[in-house]
C-alpha cells in the first residue's frame, strides 16, 4: 500500500478568519498523503493557502449542470482544485435522505470529473448490536459498484466511519476496526475489485491520544478526521502518526 492518507473534514464550521488561521498552520508532511475538505464557499481560500496538501469538498451533485437549485457539480469542485470529495456521509444519509442509490450516483459523477471520492460507509449502533455491520457496509458498498463496475471502484477511497464513533469521543476499538477493515477489503476482493490499491480509511473520534494506535492496525490506510481537524496541532499530530506506520 502506498503512503497513508489523511483528510480533515471540518463539516460546518469555519469563518475567513478562522480558517486563515488553521490553513497557515498546516505544513505538508513526506511520508503521508495529507488534505482538507472544507465548506464549499471557502474552497478558493484553502487552495490558494494549501501547499502539498490536497484539497476537497464535503459533498458534490449527482448532476453535471441544470435546474437543480442549490447544488454543486463535480467539474466545479475540480475547477476549484479538489482533487477529492467525501460521498456520502452518515450525516448526509441520516440528515439529508441520501440513499445509497444517490450515493452510487455521486460517485459516478465524481470520477467522471478526476475527483476521488471518498465514500463512507458505517453501521449504526442498533446495528452493530443486532451482528450487522458486515452486511450494512456491504450494502454500502454494493450500490456503489453497481453503477460504477469493478474497475472504478478500485479508484475509490472507502472511508469505515461507524456512526455512534463520529464526534463521540468515543472511537471503534483497534480490534473493531481491524475486523471491519478487514471484512471491506474481502468484500472487494470477493466483487473483483483490486482491492490491495483501495485505500481504507477510518473515522470516528480520531485524536492525538488514539492515531497511531489506531494507523497501527492491519489494513487502515489512514484516516478521516472530523472535530480534530479543526485544531492545526491536533490535525498535524494525527498526520504524524500516520507518517511513520506504513502497513
Ligand atoms: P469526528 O472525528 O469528529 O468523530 O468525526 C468523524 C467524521 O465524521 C469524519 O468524517
Not at 198 to 214: H, Q, W
Request: proline fraction near 2%; charge should be negative; include cysteine.
Amino acid at each position: 500500500m502506498s503512503k497513508k492518507l489523511v483528510a480533515g473534514n471540518w463539516k460546518l464550521n469555519g469563518s475567513l478568519d478562522a480558517n486563515a488561521r488553521l490553513l497557515s498552520a498546516l505544513a505538508a508532511l513526506p511520508g503521508v498523503e495529507m488534505a482538507v475538505c472544507v465548506p464549499y464557499p471557502y474552497l478558493a481560500q484553502a487552495g490558494s493557502a494549501l501547499q502539498g496538501i490536497g484539497l476537497g469538498a464535503q459533498n458534490v451533485s449527482e448532476y453535471t449542470s441544470g435546474a437543480y437549485t442549490g447544488e454543486v457539480s463535480a467539474s466545479m469542485l475540480a475547477e476549484f482544485g479538489c482533487s477529492y470529495t467525501i460521498v456520502g456521509h452518515s450525516e448526509r444519509r441520516a440528515l439529508f435522505a441520501e440513499s445509497d442509490a444517490v450515493v452510487g450516483r455521486k460517485v459516478l459523477a465524481a470520477q467522471a470529473a478526476g475527483l476521488v471520492p471518498i465514500v463512507c460507509v458505517g453501521e449504526t449502533l442498533a446495528e452493530r448490536e443486532a451482528g450487522q455491520v458486515m452486511s450494512v457496509v456491504g450494502r454500502q458498498l454494493e450500490a456503489v459498484l453497481d453503477v460504477t463496475g469493478a474497475d472504478a471502484m478500485a479508484r475509490i477511497v472507502v472511508a469505515y466511519e461507524p456512526v455512534w464513533a463520529i464526534g463521540s469521543g468515543l472511537s471503534a476499538t483497534a480490534a473493531q476496526v481491524g475486523d471491519v477493515h478487514g471484512g471491506l477489503r474481502s468484500w472487494l476482493r470477493a466483487h473483483d475489485v483490486d482491492a490491495d490499491g483501495v485505500r481504507i480509511l477510518y473515522g470516528g473520534s480520531v485524536k492525538p491520544e488514539n492515531a497511531d494506535e489506531l494507523f497501527a492496525v492491519k489494513d487502515v490506510d489512514g484516516g478521516l478526521i472530523g472535530g480534530a481537524s479543526l485544531v492545526a496541532e491536533d490535525f498535524m499530530a494525527i498526520c504524524r502518526a500516520a507518517m511513520v506506520k506504513q502497513n
